[in-house]
């Protein structure tokens, strides 16, 4: 049943990008296919295990008139023997203010950390880092506004607010959660050395007013009273809390500025969360660390190793119990042209502390597929 929705998923995907492939107006039409095969689930992961269909997209984008434009996607996904369908991106972008400012209404993706803001089937690995899996439910789209300001400067520098809802830093909400849930603020910054080498670093503060559905294990009354209310299931972070500092490091180095024959790309991210409820003390937080080196030694061929830690305060009540998991993945990808991939993933997960299904070892195959236009991505 699995593997009938998720063909019939990819017909329809292939269908509608081959109509969009042929779109010739001002507005731009575009199809991503993300199928994956998985041995084992992995904790914390968005791949069930078998054949599925992950980030799969549509996406329309455009001009609306001389100051403005907009982009709309809806993202196909099996998750838990079901085809889910959800409108992730409809926003609204200004094109024409003053003094390097720009301003963005609706729902997008928030663009903390390095690999946020972009779609998860343009990555380099199948699985996100764990720090994006377990603080921001994987891939955290939002709806509120941005406002950012790049700076006149002979460098990169850019600086970012966001008012959301902050429906996903929470896996369930407490009742009366606030409608502008969460802040962030972001200051980016980057250059080039010389022809052959490029760098970002980026720092991100998230401040969350939502605060997640207390477990109740025979705790004070508070907490039963907190259960009873209305929740509000948001698919979203399993390790929430009021405070987030997150650091990014990104490196790029190609032979004279030729990144299309070779390339070494290496990112480096760590959060760090605190104030998980009411309960919490100074002790009691969340920390994730992901290490990432990609090299591209052929124009179609990449090969990469990433690392991650995950240590986490899992709330039982009034106390926290510690958990930790360590995982490590190693990838082989083929890409015969900048529209297709073909990835051969082996993951392990160890050392895991208060994790019930630790994948020891799992082997994952990906295939994706694009169609017609699709808009570029960050460095």
């Known amino acids: 049943m699995i593997a009938k929705h998720t063909l019939a998923a990819l017909a329809t995907l292939t269908l509608c990008g081959t109509a969009a492939a042929q779109a010739n107006d001002s507005w731009r039409l575009g199809a991503v296919l993300d199928a994956a095969y998985t041995t084992r689930a992995?904790?914390?992961?968005?791949?069930?295990?078998?054949?599925?269909?992950g980030h799969s997209d549509l996406t329309a984008s455009g001009p609306l008139g001389r100051w403005a434009r907009a982009q709309f996607t809806l993202v196909l996904a099996t998750h838990e023997g079901k085809l889910e369908r959800e409108l992730e991106e409809a926003w609204v972008d200004s094109t024409a203010?003053?003094?390097?400012?720009?301003?963005?209404?609706?729902?997008?993706?928030?663009?903390?950390?390095?690999?946020?803001?972009?779609?998860?089937?343009a990555d380099d690995f199948v699985e996100r880092p764990l720090l994006y899996r377990g603080l921001f439910g994987g891939h955290w789209s939002d709806d509120g506004l941005r406002l950012n300001w790049t700076a006149p400067t002979p460098f990169y520098l850019m600086l970012g607010v966001e008012a959301l809802r902050g429906k996903r830093l929470v896996e369930e909400t407490a009742a009366a959660a606030p409608r502008v849930g969460a802040s962030t603020w972001v200051i980016k910054a980057g250059d080039d050395i010389g022809r052959s080498h490029s760098w970002q670093l980026g720092l991100s503060y998230i401040h969350?007013?939502?605060?997640?559905?207390?477990?109740?294990?025979?705790?004070?009354?508070l907490l039963e009273a907190a259960a009873e209310h209305a929740h509000e299931h948001a698919h979203g972070a399993q390790f929430s809390g009021r405070k987030t500092w997150l650091?990014?490091?990104?490196?790029?180095w190609a032979p004279g500025g030729n990144n299309r024959e070779?390339?070494?790309?290496?990112?480096?991210?760590?959060?760090?969360?605190?104030?998980?409820?009411?309960y919490a003390t100074s002790q009691d937080q969340h920390q994730a660390e992901s290490v990432s080196l990609v090299w591209?030694?052929?124009?179609?061929?990449?090969?990469?190793?990433?690392?991650?830690?995950?240590?986490?305060?899992?709330?039982?009540?009034?106390?926290?119990h510690g958990a930790r998991l360590r995982e490590h993945a190693l990838m082989l990808a083929w890409k015969p042209s900048h529209m297709q991939t073909v990835r051969l993933q082996y993951s392990t997960q160890r050392g895991a502390v208060e994790f019930e299904n630790p994948a020891k070892r799992s082997l994952q195959l990906q295939y994706i597929l694009a169609f017609g236009a699709h808009g570029s991505h960050a460095f």
Do not use: C
Not at 247 to 252: G, L, N, P, R
């Open 97 to 121: 203010l003053p003094a390097g400012l720009q301003l963005r209404a609706g729902r997008f993706a928030s663009q903390i950390g390095y690999l946020n803001q972009q779609h998860p089937h």
């Open 42 to 53: 992995l904790e914390l992961g968005g791949r069930d295990k078998g054949l599925q269909l």
């Open 208 to 221: 969350n007013r939502r605060e997640a559905a207390l477990e109740d294990h025979g705790a004070e009354p």
């Open 247 to 252: 650091v990014d490091a990104t490196w790029k």
């Open 296 to 320: 591209r030694f052929q124009s179609e061929w990449e090969l990469g190793a990433r690392t991650d830690w995950l240590r986490a305060s899992m709330p039982h009540g009034d106390h926290f």
């Open 262 to 278: 070779q390339q070494l790309r290496l990112n480096v991210e760590a959060a760090r969360t605190t104030g998980l409820n009411r």
